[in-house]
Each structure stands twice: as structure tokens, then as C-alpha cells.
């Protein structure tokens, strides 16, 4: 009688995303497909089955985080499992386009705080302002662009916000607001 041998070893899974899969959806929008590679197993016994599948490549996903599972099996039981995230998230924009202000570059300070910065002479009212225009992109195309103020504006002393109001055709907006101080 030869001795019998006792698979223990699972299946190998292929192809399980490592990292998760980010799915950005345009603003106002809740849920998403979302699209990974297809997920499959080897045995040395040459038989796995898919035992369970959350979720499917092109599935739509909502808002937020979701845990994807794929569970294989080969002939003696053994079990493998895939599990990875899929996160939706909405195409939020940013102020885009902050350069030169004053005759400094102050990209770094702006994306931080926001803010612009003029120094203006002793009793005056104000400066003019300039500043790159902020832009914004969208997967349609950004319709509309309307602006609380325009480059060469001018500003009185004091703080002032700037917002600008970016639409698609379908309703869909954003905002970027940054604040001009003028101080003496």
C-alpha cells in the first residue's frame, strides 16, 4: 500500500490588485464603474473553482470605500482569498494657475494659505492686484467661468475674497476662493 499524500497547499491567485483601485467620478456625481483586471487562480491540482465574488470588473461603486473579495478553492478545499479596496471619490478642484504676485513667486505660500499678499504705499486706498486667473478642467469641459474679480483689478486696503465660479454644461460646479491683503 503506497502511503497517501494530503493536498494543503491553496491555489495561487493572479492578478489581485495590490494597491486598490481609485475611481474618479465628476462632481455631483454618487456612485462609478470601476475597472480591474480580471482575477484568477492556479492549483497544482489543476482545479479551482470561484467560490465567491463581491464585486466584478466594471461594477458600479458608490461614493466612498468598498472591500472587494474573491474566494478560490481547489479540489481538497484549500482556500485562497483576493481582497482589495476600491475607492470612488468626486473630481474635486483646486485653484490652479497662482504664479507671480509682487514680483515674488509665491505659488508655495498661496496653495498653503490662500491668501495674496500686496503692500501698499503709506495713505493709500488700495493697489491694483495681478495674478494669474485660476482654471479648472473637467471631463466635459468647463462651460461657464464667472469671477468675483479679474486680474488688474483693483483692491481697496483691507481683505477682499476672490472666487471663482467654474460650470459645466450639465449644472455641475466648483469653486475657488483665495483672499487678496493689502496692508500698509
Do not use: K
Amino acid at each position: 500500500m503506497l502511503p497517501s499524500t494530503v493536498d494543503r497547499i491553496p491555489p495561487t491567485i493572479a492578478s489581485c490588485p495590490t494597491s486598490g483601485v481609485a475611481v474618479t467620478v465628476e462632481l455631483g456625481e454618487t456612485s462609478g464603474p470601476a475597472f480591474w483586471q480580471a482575477i484568477t487562480a492556479t492549483d497544482l491540482s489543476n482545479v479551482v473553482d470561484l467560490v465567491s465574488q463581491t464585486n466584478a470588473p466594471g461594477d458600479s461603486f458608490m461614493l466612498g470605500t468598498t472591500t472587494v473579495m474573491y474566494i478560490f478553492a481547489d479540489a481538497s478545499g484549500n482556500r485562497a482569498t483576493c481582497s482589495f479596496t476600491v475607492t470612488v471619490t468626486p473630481d474635486i478642484r483646486v485653484c490652479h494657475g497662482f504664479g507671480i504676485f509682487s514680483g515674488y513667486t509665491s505659488t508655495h505660500d498661496i496653495w498653503l494659505s490662500g491668501v495674496i499678499r500686496e503692500i501698499v504705499e503709506l495713505g493709500s486706498q488700495g493697489t491694483i492686484v495681478l495674478f494669474p486667473p485660476p482654471t479648472a478642467t473637467d471631463f466635459s469641459g468647463v462651460a461657464t467661468v464667472t469671477p468675483s474679480h479679474r486680474p488688474g483689478a483693483f483692491f481697496q486696503v483691507g481683505t477682499t475674497s476672490v472666487t471663482y465660479r467654474f460650470e459645466d454644461a450639465t449644472g455641475n460646479f466648483d469653486e475657488c476662493t483665495f483672499v487678496s491683503s493689502g496692508d500698509w
